[in-house]
């Protein structure tokens, strides 16, 4: 069986954090990540139109089989929320246009599927990406580390299984980085 290749999205209207993921249906390896840069001082229309034509670059260089967005929180201020969902929805967009499979997260839900807790810290959840992807180093930056999280989220939870990169017994639930 060939592997599925799955594009996980951490959506920002700044930076857009990338992972695409191989899996087997056991093992997850990482065939790339980054972030979609925008520039501040752009009208919105112009930054949306970066990350659409962005993310379609991915998808045309990539072919996933999936998406996996994480979804809108809540954000005290109703202005971020209102952009951030922008962004998801020029990004949605592109992966409709591509006929993918779309899996969107909240971001608790991806913390627990990488970490075994919702209320994971940034600095955890690119620990354990980095463990259940046997990497070095996590992901740079940390908005691909996001991106990378949400795709093996979409890889944890489609196989109901956990990744075989560390037993059981010896994965962290938490842990604490100084």
Known sequence: MSPSLVLGIDPGTAVTGYGVVAFDGRTATL???????????????QRLLEIHEGVEELIARHRP??????????????????VLGHARGVIL????????TIHEYPPAEIKKAITGTGAATKA??????ARLLRLKTAPQPADAADGV????????????A??????????????RLT
């Open 149 to 160: 999280a949400a795709a093996l989220c979409a890889c944890l939870t489609s196989s109901r």
């Open 162 to 175: 956990p990744l075989p990169a560390l037993p059981a017994a010896r994965r962290p639930l938490t842990t």
């Open 31 to 45: 065939v790339e990540c980054g972030v979609i840069r925008t520039t501040a001082k752009d009208p919105l229309p």
């Open 65 to 82: 089989d999936t998406m996996a967005v994480e979804s809108v929180f809540y954000a005290k201020n109703v202005r971020t929320t209102i």
């Open 93 to 100: 967009l592109a992966a409709q246009k591509a006929a993918l």
């Open 124 to 129: 955890q959840v690119q620990f354990m990406v």
